[in-house]
């Protein structure tokens, strides 16, 4: 972009770099785009999520001004505001995306990208394996994975994947972000809320609840978790699910990062009851308490 003067650097992103880009005689934007970037189609992938959010599913996503190999250029969003108002409006925003968006098979018409990661959307009738094979288990095999989790880990994680119909309901799949924590979260020039870095796909609509339950929402997100629980019609029991729902994003951290935030501590805990062959009950509250935590605290 060659009228760009100075770029001023962004906080709050882990895996790529990123900017505010003051223009000549133009508005700002925000530019986005890695040092070494995994595969030529990040962004294209990056750019067609914000696009299904908004389009598919009336949720506000930034413009896109240039999707290409080395490059993405946004139009720029304000941060959240500090209030319950937001989150209620994002509550219902999530849920119209949720409940409008139902699909009949879970996966998405290409791969795309978590972080510096593909994330594989191979098409499946089934939900559990779908989320067994292409959630949980794709992990397995990471050097970060393998050097944090031991065989009996491993093990546990593949018979907990083997009792996902048992513990988790059987949901419909809808359009999901994918990558949904609290910094994702931004808000629109009027103040509506606003999604960033998808990593979309049709799956469970608990995968992007489970995210934002997980990673430090401040005190005013309650009113977010009690209004999207009445409009989705959520059961009691959806708190005691999170922690096993939201094992996927521990991995994806573990994978990634030097610095895990505490997600292989996580990822342990929630294993626990499954390092033996025995039956667990049911999902109930993990030992760690995972329902408040806080292992992804990056604001």
């Known amino acids: 972009m060659p009228d760009v003067v100075a770029v001023e650097p962004a906080t709050g992103g882990l895996a790529a770099l990123a900017g505010i880009a003051a223009r000549r005689d133009a508005p700002p934007v ?24 908004r389009e598919l599913g009336g949720v506000a996503t930034p413009d896109v001004i240039l999707a290409d190999r080395d490059l993405l250029v946004l139009s720029v969003l304000r941060p959240r505001p500090r209030d319950e108002t937001f989150w209620e409006q994002l509550a219902h925003a ?23 990661r593909r994330q594989i959307n191979t098409w499946d009738d089934d939900g559990f394996a779908f989320f067994a094979q292409h959630r949980l288990l794709r992990w397995l095999g990471e050097p970060r994975v393998d050097a944090a989790l031991d065989r009996e880990d491993r093990a546990a ?17 809808c359009l999901t972000h994918g990558d949904l924590w609290t910094q994702n979260l931004l808000a629109t020039p009027d103040g509506q809320p606003a999604l960033i870095d998808p990593a979309v796909s049709y799956m469970w609509a608990e995968v992007d609840l489970a995210h934002v339950w997980s990673t430090s929402p401040p005190p005013e997100a309650q009113r ?7 409009l989705t019609s959520l059961d ?25 935030w505490g997600a292989g501590e996580q990822i342990r805990a929630t294993l626990a009851p499954f390092r033996t062959r025995a039956r667990p009950e049911a999902p109930g509250p993990n030992p760690a308490d995972p329902t408040r935590a806080t292992v992804l605290e990056r604001e």
């Open 224 to 230: 977010f978790f009690e209004v999207y629980a009445e």
């Open 30 to 53: 925000f530019v986005k785009a890695f040092a070494d970037a995994p595969a030529d189609d990040v962004f294209v992938a990056e750019a067609e999520g914000l696009a299904a959010l």
């Open 157 to 173: 994680l593949e018979r907990l994947c083997h009792r996902l119909a048992d513990l988790l309901p059987n949901r419909p799949a």
């Open 236 to 260: 009691r029991d959806w708190r005691a699910r999170m922690p096993i729902v939201q094992l996927r994003q521990h991995l994806a951290v573990l994978a990634q990062f030097d610095d895990d």
């Open 94 to 116: 999530l849920a119209r995306l949720h409940l409008g968006t139902t699909h009949p098979r879970f996966g998405w018409h290409r791969d795309n990208w978590l972080g510096r």
